[in-house]
């Protein structure tokens, strides 16, 4: 069968078996997070006919103001998942705490956990620029049958089973990873479905885009500074295009497919950056490794970093695997 004929609920079938330890619960929660996008993209794209955009007039935990689809998508991930009793607990960048989830009939026997962006892109919401939707999944570490603690949520990137995002643009399309590769589905919104448009994503080696708040120049570190510079350069395959959107998965989804660096240094305004490691950096990262590319902080692999809180941030380099390369090699001059 040609694979764009293939839909997203065929494909997580034929793939359960690859699963290491395949008992069928990380295809119903890949089922459920499809669910999920769906009605989130629902919401999406009544922005500006009903009354949800615009602040929602309180500030998360992070004192970042709140926008209402930012609560509406939180919102609607949670009850969905809960709903479906596939999960023991869920973290969010909405959320103060994590949720411990504790089915009627299952008393804690899930044994998987799901952390969440669910709007990433907000400042974007009211001017009708992509956002998106990102999700990370780890197996627990403490016992099933037991409520779970800030410990299952403090995990290595490295442990993530499954991690991927939701892009409401021109099309709405869902992209993850278990592991084997990244593919990626887009909504036939007549149908409800969604289909595998886009089979084993990778990014090209090298790239041309270069993606970084430049607002911010003065404030970076010297190497990042020298980067940028590099990148504006007359030279081979240079000056590089600059494009920034202000959502990391429309940045990353772009980059992706035509080749590119995402930067979000720490400067002097932020010391560790804005992006969250658990909710943005490492499912990014998982994905970027999973399609050739690559994701450190300047210096160190993303996915290797012991987390220390769940809202921690950290600085943050993705895209194609040399020119990730590149910029480490400017920064390592100042380390
Ligand atoms: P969120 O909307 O979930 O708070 O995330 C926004 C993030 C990220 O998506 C984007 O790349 C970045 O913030 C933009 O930040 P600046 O406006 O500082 O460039
Ligand atoms: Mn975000
Ligand atoms: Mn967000």
Redesign the pocket.
Known sequence: MDSRFRTLGEFIIENQASFQYSSGELSKLINALRLAAKVVNHEVNKAGLVDIIGGAGDTNVQG?DQQKL?VLANEKFIHTLKNREIVCGIAS?EEDDFISINSQDKNHQNKYVVLM?P?????NIDVNVS??SIFSVYRRVTPVGTPVTLEDFLQPGINQVAAGYVIYGTSTMLVYTTGHGVNGFTLNPAMGTFYLSHPNMTYPETGRIYSV?E??YVHFPQGVKDYIKYCQMEEGDRPYTSR??????S?FHRNMIKGGI?M?PKSNLASNG??RLL??CNPMAFLAEQANGKATDGYRRIMEIEPTELHQRIPFFCGSSKMVEKAESFMAKYA
Do not use: Q, R
Request: no cysteine; hydrophobic share 20%; proline share 0%.
């Open positions: 970042e930012d960048e962006d709007l990433d892109g907000s400042s956002v998106g708040n607002g911010n920034y959107i202000g959502s990391l998965v940045d995402y979000y804005k992006l909710y943005e």
